[in-house]
T-cell receptor, first 114, second 115 residues
Framework: AQSVTQLGSHVSVSEGALVLLRCNYSSSVPPYLFWYVQYPNQGLQLLLKYTSAATLVKGINGFEAEFKKSETSFHLTKPSAHMSDAAEYFC????????????FGQGTELSVKP | EAGVTQFPSHSVIEKGQTVTLRCDPISGHDNLYWYRRVMGKEIKFLLH????????ESGMPNNRFLAERTGGTYSTLKVQPAELEDSGVYFCASSHQTGPSETQYFGPGTRLLVL
């Protein structure tokens, strides 16, 4: 069975600082991994996804994530935080034989201080 | 192109009442998913439609929940009778094709509060 763990339910960074949101997964088959972002009062928006091509995946708004099989991780990073990055971030895994359903982590609330 | 829409945005009902949530997927998307987030917990899968057929309903919590997608367009999720633990945010998502690498587009969610 697949599972996702996001370390840290709340992360706070200063504007301009590095953003690092951690995600570890468990999967017995090659995983497909996603990062979604939810801004207040909006739906989830895809930031990026890993589908077994390049291990370093670039997404929207300057975010990127690196798939590390040896560490079963898919951490999300952004070199310089902006106030507009304040939101909740979700890591999710989808398995090859599961019809596309997503299994989510608990979510990480990112706060950006001026 | 219109995104996934959900109605209502909020619903407050009393225990024992019935509530029906509606989801309109992106036009042309055959796949429709329902998810739920109970407060303080992770977002959990409820079920998956391909066109009008239920592909996977393994996440439905019990028989008080009934999902339909007549005609393969919009979907409804009915909770009857509602219980306190049904409170949460119900998300709908759609995708064009079936598969683990397909991007799912999410609606804004329906916030359900059962008193």
């Amino acid at each position: 069975a697949q599972s996702v763990t996001q370390l840290g339910s709340h992360v706070s960074v200063s504007e301009g600082a590095l953003v690092l949101l951690r995600c570890n997964y468990s999967s017995s088959v090659p995983p497909y991994l996603f990062w979604y972002v939810q801004y207040p009062n909006q739906g989830l928006q895809l930031l990026l996804k890993y589908t077994s091509a390049a291990t370093l995946v670039k997404g929207i708004n300057g975010f990127e994530a690196e798939f590390k099989k040896s560490e079963t991780s898919f951490h999300l990073t952004k070199p310089s935080a902006h106030m507009s990055d304040a939101a909740e971030y979700f890591c999710a895994v989808s398995a090859y034989n599961q019809g596309g359903k997503l299994i989510f982590g608990q979510g990480t609330e990112l706060s950006v201080k001026p | 192109e219109a995104g996934v829409t959900q109605f209502p945005s909020h619903s407050v009902i009393e225990k024992g009442q019935t509530v029906t949530l509606r989801c309109d997927p992106i036009s042309g998307h055959d796949n429709l998913y329902w998810y739920r987030r109970v407060m303080g917990k992770e977002i959990k899968f409820l079920l998956h439609f391909v066109k009008e057929s239920k592909q996977d309903e393994s996440g439905m919590p019990n028989n008080r929940f009934l999902a339909e997608r007549t005609g393969g367009t919009y979907s409804t999720l009915k909770v009857q009778p509602a219980e306190l633990e049904d409170s949460g945010v119900y998300f709908c998502a759609s995708s064009h094709q079936t598969g683990p690498s397909e991007t799912q587009y999410f609606g804004p969610g329906t916030r359900l509060l059962v008193l």
